[in-house]
């Protein structure tokens, strides 16, 4: 059974930092490129980062400089570690096996409000 689980998500201040992790098992995490992504309320699913399986990354123009994205194959585990958290980051953060979408987690919610 292929899962995904996102947590670390919550509630921050502008300007603020959270280490998001996705916990992958069921399939060979290591050979898959993954990506996050997300979706604020009332929008469409937004891109936001990718890391290849060699640990290249790159970024959406919106949260580059901000945003990490890394991976722990011994783990099975994604991150996203944000910082300087706007509230237009306001969203439910997925992640999922790139290229093929079709690994999904249930989300987690990350609000940036004052």
């Known amino acids: 059974e292929v899962q995904l689980v996102e947590s670390g998500g919550g509630l921050a201040q502008p300007g603020g930092s959270l280490r998001l992790s996705c916990a992958a098992s069921g399939f060979s995490f290591s050979t898959y490129p993954m990506s996050w992504v997300r979706q604020a309320p009332g929008k469409g699913l937004e891109w936001v980062a990718f890391i290849n399986t060699a640990g290249g990354t790159t970024y959406a123009d919106s949260v580059k400089g901000r945003f990490i994205i890394s991976r722990d194959n011994a783990k099975n585990t994604l991150y996203l570690q944000t910082s300087s958290l706007k509230p237009e980051d306001t969203a439910v953060y997925y992640c999922?096996?790139?290229?093929?979408?079709?690994?999904w987690g249930q989300g987690t919610q990350v609000i940036v409000s004052s």
């Open positions: 999922s096996n790139s290229g093929e979408w079709s690994y």
